[in-house]
């Protein structure tokens, strides 16, 4: 598999304050997934209301090939919300550590609950909006 081809996941965060922030970003995802302006962007998940795995914020999930990585990145630093940006390999724990990329200040992450190295839970949801 290309680099392109890949599959990357955004985790944007908000805090109550910037809840408002977030709902409008996801917005702006939702109407660029369904009128296809970012090649690649898959998936668009809800906003959740509290802290969910390792996320110790509300969030919402971005899903996209590596070749809309830039593209995310940008819409995401536009909103001034923080964000992890990880691609989607085999490795849970190294995804959310050592190859994720943080849009403002990084967050601490609950890392006991991600799946061992060589189970990733996440690459059969990928792209599946039944998340």
């Known amino acids: 598999m290309k680099p ?18 977030a709902e409008a970003l996801r917005a702006r995802f939702k109407e660029a997934l369904a009128a296809g302006q970012i090649a690649g962007l898959r998936f668009v ?9 390792p996320h110790p914020l509300p969030q919402f999930e971005v899903h996209f090939l590596g070749s809309a990585e830039a593209k995310v990145r940008a819409l995401i630093e536009s909103s001034g919300l923080t964000a992890l940006i990880h691609p989607l390999t085999d490795d849970d724990l190294a995804d ?19 799946d061992p190295p ?11 909006s039944d998340l």
């Open 4 to 21: 392109d081809d890949e599959p990357w996941h955004a985790h944007v965060y908000a805090h109550d304050e910037e809840r408002a922030a």
């Open 118 to 128: 060589g189970v990733n839970q996440g690459l059969a949801r990928f792209g599946r």
């Open 96 to 114: 959310h550590t050592r190859l994720g990329r943080w849009i403002g200040e990084a967050l601490p992450l609950d890392v006991s609950v991600l």
């Open 45 to 53: 998940g809800p906003l959740a209301k509290g802290a969910v795995g």
